[in-house]
């Protein structure tokens, strides 16, 4: 993996987005596809917990999507992670999440952040971890939802991942 590019931004998400987001989740083929409509609530109702990467263009080229868990109000739960398959490789996962829960630990004091991964998303465990030793947290994982909760078809495991706890400094 080589550095993120000098021209990169970390930015939140504008209604103007949704659609750009909808197609790199689309076209991940890994993540779970929400619908369009979904994608531009997400980039309107919950702008301030998530985040674009945006390329010399300005267009975005990944994002990361999350909330801050209303019963946990320090805890960023992340939602979705996509880079655009022409920008992989370069760090751009890893600093969206960086910059991420480091405007979170700032602005609303996150200490602590949540996903769920499948079984097998080698990208997203790796994700994950590096960004637990990054950081120096904690990380623990357990089954979520078993396969036999989802109503529509088969559906692998989602594996809760826990990290934290982020301090001010290990945030940054």
């Not at 991940?28 to 109702?45: A, V």
């Amino acid at each position: 993996m080589t550095a993120a590019p000098a021209d990169l931004l970390i930015d939140r998400p504008a209604v103007t987005d949704g659609a750009s987001l909808w197609r790199l989740a689309k076209e991940s083929k890994t993540l779970d596809l929400n619908s369009s409509y979904s994608y531009l609530l997400w980039c309107r109702d919950f702008a301030a917990t998530s985040a674009v990467a945006r390329g010399a263009d300005g267009e975005p080229v990944g994002f990361v999507t999350g909330y801050v868990r209303p019963d946990d109000p320090r805890t960023l739960l992340v939602w979705q992670v996509a880079v655009d398959s022409a920008h992989r490789g370069y760090g751009i996962a890893a600093a969206l999440l960086d910059g991420l829960t480091a405007r979170l630990a700032d602005e609303r004091g996150i200490t602590g952040i949540e996903t769920t991964i499948t079984p097998g998303n080698t990208a997203s465990e790796r994700l994950f971890t590096s960004f637990a030793e990054r950081h120096g947290a904690d990380l623990t994982r357990e089954v979520l939802f078993p396969a036999g909760l989802f109503p529509d078809g088969p559906h692998d495991p989602e594996v809760l991942y826990r990290i934290g706890p982020l301090t001010p400094t290990t945030a940054h």
